[in-house]
């Protein structure tokens, strides 16, 4: 039985074009493997905390070094890796915030990658001591930006930090392949904005087939 960890960064729960694809690729999914289990996190809502001090200082303390207090800290970042080990598909419907992650999202993404749980730090390594700990997954990143031409080649490529931001980080996700879906022009609100709506929902079948026939494949 495969995995989906479903996650919503959007801070609207009405009007949200993000909440309205990752539904869509859910209830997409359920059509064809009724059976796999989905793990909702909806952090736009119920958003995770900035880091701290006290949160760093736990994270690089080893655990069986650990005080009850130090335990407590990380126990949100504890669920949230869970969560993501468990997961073969990591679906995650966010907007573009000022060109980036919105708060909610870079607070995930500060709680699941973390030392000693997604990935091992050895000096020895050289070059490269930071060494990934999960691995396999898909990511279905998608998005929503209020312009235009953030694709590669695109009039705003060098603003793009949002889902480059995920290329940079995915293989300490444990994300093999990212499959993105993009609606744009939203401030707009024109023709150009629908048509870009219509594209990225008429998009969500076939990756939820692409992904579900490599994921038979790989089994």
């Known amino acids: 039985m495969t995995t ?5 960064a959007s801070p609207r729960a009405e ?3 993000t909440r309205t694809l990752s539904t869509a690729f859910i209830d997409s999914w359920r059509t064809i493997r ?18 701290t001090e006290a949160w760093i ?5 080893a655990p069986e070094a650990r005080t009850p207090a130090q335990d407590d800290i990380l126990s949100l970042s504890d669920t949230l890796i869970t969560e993501l080990e468990h997961a073969d598909v990591v679906v995650i419907g966010t907007p573009m915030h000022n060109y980036g992650m919105p708060t909610a999202l870079k607070a ?3 709680h699941v990658i973390r030392i000693g749980r997604t990935f091992s730090f050895d000096l020895e390594r050289g070059d490269f001591p930071l060494r990934p700990t999960l691995s396999g997954k898909h990511l279905a990143l998608l998005t929503s930006a209020g312009e235009f031409g953030f694709e590669p080649g695109g009039v705003r490529e060098a603003m793009n930090h949002l889902d480059t931001h995920f290329r940079a980080i995915q293989h300490y996700l444990g994300v093999a392949q990212t ?6 022009y ?3 609100g024109d023709q ?16 939820v087939r692409t992904i579900a026939s490599q994921l038979s494949l790989a089994a």
Do not use: C
């Open 108 to 110: 995930w993404v500060d």
């Open 57 to 61: 200082a736990a994270a690089f303390t």
């Open 15 to 17: 009007r949200s074009l």
């Open 34 to 51: 009724p059976d796999d289990q989905v793990i909702r996190r909806d952090i736009g809502l119920q958003p995770p905390p900035a880091l």
């Open 186 to 188: 939203q401030e707009f």
């Open 4 to 8: 989906l960890l479903h996650i919503d």
């Open 179 to 184: 499959h993105h879906v993009a609606i744009e």
């Open 192 to 207: 150009r904005h629908k048509q870009s709506v219509d594209a990225a929902l008429a998009a969500i079948d076939p990756t």
